[in-house]
Antibody
């Protein structure tokens, strides 16, 4: 059974960069059949797709966040990462990593448990 | 910017049937958007219910079904149970590696 686990600081100061890592176990992160993505949920609000990485490192970002987001993958460590720069209080959220199926499905197949990141001085 | 629309809230009686919808601010939802549906209870990660319009994820009861109704994707719960009280999100694949979430529907069973 594939498992994903988010890790990273739970508190980030305004204007700094939020950095999270998702460690994948129970399956290969190298498959080109899947997207590896990040999704967030501000407290009491809905889910928001942040972006994903796929297929030899191709990245896809939510247009509203694109200027601040970088997603990368380290296949040797079976990890992929999220960096969100110039954060504000509005970036406070539970951040989920996920595996998303590719062609013919495009569904979020597996979710991490989520990690709360608070932006505050 | 594409906006995916969902009813903010809905209520259903135990044993009743409810249909939640997922639309686009501009245009119609079709199977080409591979609509999927997720259930989330407080403090938990979402759970996949339906994908590719009408395929049920493993372990999902058959009282959950997906379809296209008119110009929207739809999630129908037949024979609602108390533990169906959750938030439900639809997601549309916009192509080119881009997904968009709907705002979610809070379903009350009472």
């Amino acid at each position: 059974q594939l498992q994903l686990q988010e890790s990273g600081p739970g508190l980030v100061k305004p204007s700094e960069t939020l950095s999270l890592t998702c460690t994948v176990s129970g399956g290969s992160i190298s498959s080109s059949s899947y997207y590896w993505g990040w999704i967030r949920q501000p407290p009491g609000k809905g889910l928001e797709w942040i972006g994903s990485i796929c297929c030899g490192g191709s990245t896809y970002y939510n247009p509203s966040l694109k200027s601040r987001v970088t997603i990368s993958v380290d296949t040797s460590k079976s990890q992929f990462s999220l960096k969100l720069s110039s954060v504000t209080a509005a970036d406070t959220a539970v951040y989920y990593c996920a595996r998303i199926g590719g062609s013919g499905s495009y569904r979020i197949q597996y979710w991490g448990q989520g990690t709360l990141v608070i932006v505050s001085s | 910017q594409t906006v995916v629309t969902q009813e903010p809230s809905f209520s259903v009686s135990p044993g009743g049937t409810v249909t939640l919808t997922c639309g686009l601010s501009s245009g119609s939802v079709s199977t080409s958007y591979y609509p999927s549906w997720y259930q989330q209870t407080p403090g938990q990660a979402p759970r996949t219910l339906i994908y590719s319009t009408n395929s049920r994820s493993s372990g999902v009861p058959d009282r959950f079904s997906g379809s296209i109704l008119g110009n929207k994707a739809a999630l129908t719960i037949t024979g609602a149970q108390a533990d169906d009280e959750s938030d439900y999100y639809c997601v549309l694949y916009m192509g080119s590696g881009i997904w968009v979430f709907g705002g979610g529907t809070k379903l009350t069973v009472l």
